[in-house]
């Protein structure tokens, strides 16, 4: 027999348009907690200052846009005829992690990527997540069907780069495995374009029958979300979208503690489709 192939430690990823000393501060105290590796994809081409001390689990990368063009690892936020209003940028840190993954990278078998608007509520809440889902290739906050042949929403950019059945759901916190990073590789091998991220993990996954699970602790990233401190404590091991004030994310996580130190009792307001998945 040969030599059985040692299991490789999952790790976690922040995908940031400029790194938020937050975020990054965050991610090392993630690193040295739970013994992985944490790396934050940034976008912008600047210099980011960092006020804080790296260890050898943490990378900052950053990748020229026209590297990932050139190898093309472009338009995942291609929306139509234009780019994402919201954006007004290809590629973006998705194409790049995506590139990073498929190209560089290759001694990770799973990733847990989080958009950095994203609110991670402890540092516990990553190691469940891991230590839940790290055996699937996908794992997502829903994996819909498209059942029918209207061409609203973003389906005009996506038909022509794959064939039906299609499956979608946000992305904004998902998990990848290295199979699914295969998947995508051959993709772009294929196209040579990547392809709208709500679309393109669910479809090739499912396409390509690898094994996805739509994460009850991912439910709470939603387009339009209100979350606060009660949601927090109810739902301890979700992730909660959209959360833009980054610079509170430390305040948050320290009023967590005190709440479950003062025995707070947090008030049920959650929205119906959580409450029934309860």
């Known amino acids: 027999m040969g030599k059985q192939k040692k299991p490789k430690n999952p790790a976690i990823c922040f995908l940031c348009k400029d790194l938020n000393e937050e975020t990054y501060?965050?991610?090392?105290?993630?690193s040295e907690k739970l013994s992985i590796h944490v790396y934050f994809i940034v976008d912008s081409p600047e210099q980011t200052q960092v006020n804080l001390e790296?260890?050898?689990?943490?990378?900052?990368?950053?990748i020229a846009d026209s590297v990932?063009?050139?190898?093309?690892?472009?338009?995942?936020?291609?929306t139509g005829a234009k780019v994402n209003t919201l954006l007004q940028?290809?590629?973006?840190?998705?194409?790049?992690?995506?590139?990073?993954?498929?190209?560089?990278?290759?001694?990770?078998?799973?990733?847990f990527v989080f958009e950095d608007d994203?609110?991670?509520?402890?540092?516990?809440?990553?190691?469940?997540?891991?230590?839940?889902?790290?055996?699937?290739?996908?794992?997502?906050?829903?994996?819909?069907?498209?059942?029918?042949?209207?061409m609203d929403w973003h389906w005009n950019n996506v038909v022509d780069k794959v064939d039906p059945p299609y499956y979608y759901s946000m992305?904004?916190?998902?998990?990848?495995?290295?199979?699914?990073?295969?998947?995508?590789?051959?993709?772009?091998?294929d196209k040579n374009t990547?392809?709208?991220?709500?679309?393109?993990?669910?479809?090739?996954?499912?396409?390509n029958e690898l094994a996805v699970t739509d994460a009850f602790e991912l439910k709470s990233v939603v387009w339009m979300g209100e979350w606060?401190?009660?949601?927090?404590?109810?739902?301890?091991?979700?992730?909660?979208?959209?959360?833009?004030?980054?610079?509170?994310?430390?305040?948050?996580?320290?009023?967590?503690?005190?709440?479950?130190?003062?025995k707070y009792k947090p008030k049920n307001k959650l929205p119906p489709f959580i409450k029934a998945l309860l």
């Open 25 to 30: 501060r965050f991610g090392l105290a993630t």
């Open 54 to 62: 790296q260890n050898t689990n943490t990378s900052i990368v950053r």
């Open 68 to 78: 990932c063009v050139g190898s093309g690892f472009q338009n995942c936020m291609i």
């Open 89 to 111: 940028k290809n590629p973006i840190s998705y194409d790049k992690m995506l590139y990073y993954f498929c190209k560089i990278e290759l001694d990770v078998d799973f990733l």
């Open 118 to 150: 994203v609110f991670i509520p402890t540092i516990d809440t990553v190691q469940h997540l891991l230590d839940t889902y790290k055996t699937f290739d996908l794992v997502t906050p829903n994996n819909f069907k498209k059942e029918d042949d209207v």
């Open 171 to 189: 992305v904004s916190a998902v998990g990848l495995s290295r199979k699914m990073f295969n998947v995508i590789n051959r993709q772009v091998a």
């Open 194 to 207: 990547l392809f709208f991220t709500e679309v393109m993990f669910n479809t090739l996954a499912m396409q």
């Open 228 to 262: 606060g401190i009660d949601e927090f404590l109810l739902l301890p091991n979700n992730v909660f979208h959209p959360k833009k004030d980054l610079e509170n994310f430390e305040s948050y996580r320290e009023l967590i503690q005190a709440k479950q130190k003062s």
